[in-house]
Antibody, heavy 120, light 107 residues
Framework: EVQLVESGGGLVQPGGSLRLSCAASGFTFSRYWMTWVRQAPGKGLEWVAN????????YYADSVQGRFTISRDNAKNSLYLQMNSLRVEDTAVYYCAQIGYSSGWYIDYWGQGTLVTVSS | DIQMTQSPSSLSASVGDRVTITCRASQSISSNLNWYQQKPGKAPKLLIYVASNLQSGVPSRFSGSGSGTDFSLTISRLQPDDFATYYC?????????FGQGTKVEIK
């Protein structure tokens, strides 16, 4: 059974930093692209970043480019999101998810999410 | 960047109704369109991938169609478990984008 468990969320002041982690199990982690998606309270889904299986190809949303860094440790079956220069508008539940491919890309399995609150 | 526009933003329907949600891309995305269902306090769940492929375990009353810029998600006979918010998402090119969501409520 695929499991994705996020951790590291919490309350942080504007301008601060936070590192989210996602522990993966139930599949061969090193063979999958991974993604972070966020959802501000009461709002819709917003794609944040994608990461290739080997960690060398990355894509970011314009809203986080230059502030957030997606990375992974395949030996530890873990995905990370380093968030710097946090803004109030970064407040959201952050989901880690596995990307699947079958004639096209899609977001297959999702974690339960971790809440990040940016406030003074 | 590709923008995704869903309509309607919300709808009220009764159990047994046929419901259709539409999604329009700002440029052609071929068949690179996925649909997700989200219930309050829960993570999204993949329903349809690559425009028309039913994800394993998803009831056959859900179907997807379209290509290019215009897509639709249809629920043939609405069930109580289907009251939720539905999102389309393009995976043609980065940055990926979601539609704003369609909330399906009980009439």
């Amino acid at each position: 059974e695929v499991q994705l468990v996020e951790s590291g969320g919490g309350l942080v002041q504007p301008g601060g930093s936070l590192r989210l982690s996602c522990a993966a199990s139930g599949f061969t982690f090193s063979r999958y692209w991974m993604t972070w998606v966020r959802q501000a309270p009461g709002k819709g889904l917003e794609w944040v970043a994608n990461l290739h299986e080997d960690g060398n190809e990355k894509y970011y949303a314009d809203s986080v480019q230059g502030r957030f860094t997606i990375s992974r440790d395949n030996a530890k079956n873990s995905l990370y999101l380093q968030m710097n220069s946090l803004r109030v508008e970064d407040t959201a539940v952050y989901y880690c998810a596995q990307i699947g491919y079958s004639s096209g890309w899609y977001i297959d399995y999702w974690g339960q999410g971790t809440l990040v609150t940016v406030s003074s | 960047d590709i923008q995704m526009t869903q309509s309607p933003s919300s709808l009220s329907a009764s159990v047994g109704d046929r419901v259709t949600i539409t999604c329009r891309a700002s440029q052609s995305i071929s068949s690179n369109l996925n649909w997700y269902q989200q219930k309050p306090g829960k993570a999204p769940k993949l329903l349809i991938y690559v425009a028309s492929n039913l994800q394993s375990g998803v009831p056959s009353r859900f179907s997807g169609s379209g290509s290019g810029t215009d897509f639709s998600l249809t629920i043939s006979r609405l069930q109580p478990d289907d009251f939720a918010t539905y999102y389309c998402q393009q995976s043609k090119s980065a940055p990926w984008a979601f539609g704003q969501g369609t909330k399906v409520e009980i009439k």
